[in-house]
């Protein structure tokens, strides 16, 4: 299993052997979240509504079926997801007088009700969101929670009396999730669109892309600012303090649950399977008593008091006592990626210590049974560090400048990410995308990065330097 | 707004105004969880998955659409449910060569998953589940959290060795149900389900029904004993110790979430809005300042000490410091359903006490703010308690011995439920049902009940004291 000579075929392993999701579910696109995958998901999922509630976001749930006629209401907007709706149409033996269609994405779902709930500047902002399953009917090749047709993300919308508030918004949303994907220790760029590639009824549009070890960046995330466009298909007004009406300006924000779950396998895993961060992990830290012959016994009950004290602590600890060899152990549990193995042997037994070893890299070190709680909290901190750290390195060197079409063309074609001039006219875009093999993925948003040289293709004065990368 | 005067009425507006459902979504059976009503939501969901777990099920997601050759495997299941499932026969413009099913519950979901999983003894018991929205076209009158046409439930399914194992299983299931249901305070029978009644492709069928102040019973939760129905159909077998291949035995189970708030709501609700036990309240404590003339800042500042004595405990407390009416302040968080409401007036900070108020009785105390904390868990406790004394008092009055059909039918127009002996012939069934206005419901699995008298229609022997209801 080769993480780097065959990514593909090493991710599907990894999904089934690590019990992260069933791909043999009889619909195309449709696939079975395992124990495993799913309690990582519920994880992650606390993670971000943790810190939409605190900053003042209100949780709920839309309905998943949309009556066509909400759906048609913003022009672009239908006119970018039509093509990949699912459409309800019959209910028994009975045809529908009005189709219904499972949501591709929320706005046209939830801003019916937002020109309920919105009547004066006291309502606003309104911050609310959902975490969901949502249905887009994808023509190109499926792909395990990387381009699935049922995924599953987390939606939060809000409305605001001005441009400038919804700007505010934006801030924030950036920042709650950046500290989500930071916290995961993921690698990813902040990019705002080109205007080509927006969300269909905003403004504009920024990205969270996240590098695969292929080379194809993975959108974790987006947000969006709307403007007013939605507020005026949906009718979204209020009273201002000077009784004058006025509509709203709004934002969206998508985190990529699924795909957030498929950057952590990528990024974070190797040949041996899943490495967790300590934060999302079902199980932290695993227990594996190593008995030999004549201690069995007190080996036994020796792994059983470290299990007890490290339960104790509120870690979510395991004890593996099946009839397996150890090595069979260390395998099954590396493969799962739990972040800290605790190994109990005859030697530990004898001096009252414990052999730490780290999933990360394997590394391993012993400790007084004393000093043992502090030492797995320690490499809790130590462990989501490392990940990151390594994660942002690899990021780096997958980064390259090219100077030239022909140096992009190769720089895709070696599976990295070719950073260049762009001029911002359309042309030259179109040039790039068709003859680099990769996509413009559009310019930092949250580094200020001035030109280095004149654009790739016209050689006239560049404005953006643009990153180009093959995408999921 | 009075609750036994006019419940639907009174039902629809603590929904409203305590912020749990918005029923206005354009489509019918469709509605909104807002902000208050998804957080009791997700706390029901927490104290069940907990159990659930801690029980070895294994929580998964499946897709939420199902094809169609999968859904006819089982004749009676799809027999059953044909007559109200959603159906998804285009993507795009494309017409689906072959039709999806929204789920109506995921047995033809999860079965052709677990003749993939399970091969062998090892493999079992295998206990999976998962919380999601199941979709259901009603022909009945919709109604709010008890009849919609996507309703939230957890589903648990379980495949076993034999019947016995399978036997084993319906008690723990309905151990699991009946500790969390009580922990709600929650009022309900425990009933078999007659033969005519019983899910569609079970063996048989236990059922949680609980009382509603309308006398129509709410059924909350589901437990089925499937035999090998479903094994058969889909072909789900093991290899047993001898080497012989075995059909599975299997059970399933439904958690009714959103008829379980409904049970809540209208079971413990009064007419100044909700009751929360305070183990599912979003927020537990409420803080509200009264300040007087001459004592604001201070009652302000100590209001604020109090509220981050609460809260540095753990406690789901928020402090009121709007600018309303004390009043007002009372009125709205009793509506909410807050369970101690914290008073802080001039007499309070003088004396460093709080006026600690019970929402379930409206009941005052004073303590010393030192005292405040084990004061307020004791509350929590009694509160449960009294929540759940409460219930099941109503509920035992709400039954009536009924010797006769005439009795029958008053018992039903009185909006009770009657408890009447019956022969366990179908006939006889089918004349209660049509003259007496209610539905059999069944009788109880966990306590033994012989009859008290003759069947009240044949007057001939009868076999079972049944429960007579009108239902949700």
Chains 1, 2 share one sequence.
């Not at 124990?35 to 309905?63: C, D, T, Y």
């Not at 006291?122 to 395990?144: C, G, I, N, W």
Request: proline fraction near 5%; aromatic fraction near 12%.
């Amino acid at each position: 299993m080769k993480k780097y000579e065959n990514f593909s075929e090493w991710f599907d392993e990894v999904l089934f052997n690590a019990e992260i999701l069933d791909y043999r579910y009889p619909i195309k696109g449709f696939a079975v979240y395992k124990g495993w995958g799913w309690r990582i998901v519920r994880k992650i999922i606390q993670m971000l509504e943790e810190r939409l509630e605190a900053s003042g976001h209100n949780p709920m749930l839309f309905p998943v079926v949309i009556p066509e006629d909400s759906f048609a209401k913003e022009a672009e907007h239908i006119e970018g997801f039509r093509a990949e709706v699912f459409w309800i149409t019959q209910a028994g033996s009975r045809k529908l007088a009005r189709k219904m269609l499972l949501r591709p994405t929320s706005e046209t779902a939830m801003y019916p009700l937002f020109s309920y709930w919105i009547r004066s500047h006291a309502d606003l902002p309104l911050k609310v969101f959902q975490s969901v399953p949502v249905y887009r009917y994808e023509t190109k090749a499926t792909r395990p929670l990387l381009r699935m047709r049922e995924f599953l993300w987390n939606e939060a919308h809000t409305a605001h009396k001005d441009w400038e508030d919804a700007e505010r918004q934006v801030q924030e949303a950036v920042r709650i999730y950046r500290e989500v994907f930071r916290r995961l220790g993921l690698g990813f760029l902040i990019l705002k669109r080109p205007d080509f590639d927006k969300f269909a009824g905003a403004v504009y549009s920024l990205a969270f892309d996240a590098w695969n070890p292929d080379g194809r960046v993975n959108q974790i995330g987006t947000v969006h600012n709307l403007g007013e466009n939605f507020a005026k298909a949906f009718d979204i007004t209020y009273e201002d303090v000077d009784g004058s009406h006025k509509y709203v300006f709004q934002t969206c924000y998508g985190f990529g649950i699924s795909r957030t779950l498929a950057a952590l396998i990528s990024q974070h895993g190797d040949d041996h399977g899943l490495v967790l961060p300590p934060e999302v992990a079902p199980v932290q830290v695993i227990v594996i008593p190593i008995p030999y012959k004549g201690v069995e016994e007190e080996v036994k009950k020796y792994s059983r008091e470290v299990y007890e004290r490290i339960k104790r602590e509120g870690i979510r600890v395991q004890i593996d006592e099946s009839e397996d060899q150890p090595g069979e152990k260390f395998y099954r549990w590396e493969m799962f990626g739990v972040p800290v193995r605790v190994e109990v042997g005859p030697k530990d037994l004898e001096e009252r210590q414990v052999t730490l070893s780290e999933r990360v890299n394997l590394k391993r070190s012993r400790v007084k049974v004393e000093e043992m709680i502090p030492a797995i909290r320690e490499l809790f901190v130590k462990i989501t560090n490392e990940l990151a750290e390594r994660s942002l390195k690899t990021m780096e060197e997958m980064i390259v400048n090219a100077r030239s079409l022909e140096a992009l063309k190769s720089v895709i074609k070696e599976k990295k990410i070719g950073r260049v001039n762009w001029c911002g006219r359309l042309e030259c875009a179109e040039k790039i995308r068709e003859e680099s093999g990769g996509e413009i993925r559009g310019h930092r948003f949250d580094v200020d990065e001035p030109p280095e040289g004149p654009c790739i293709i016209c050689k006239g004065e560049a404005k953006l330097i643009i990153y180009v990368a093959k995408a999921y």
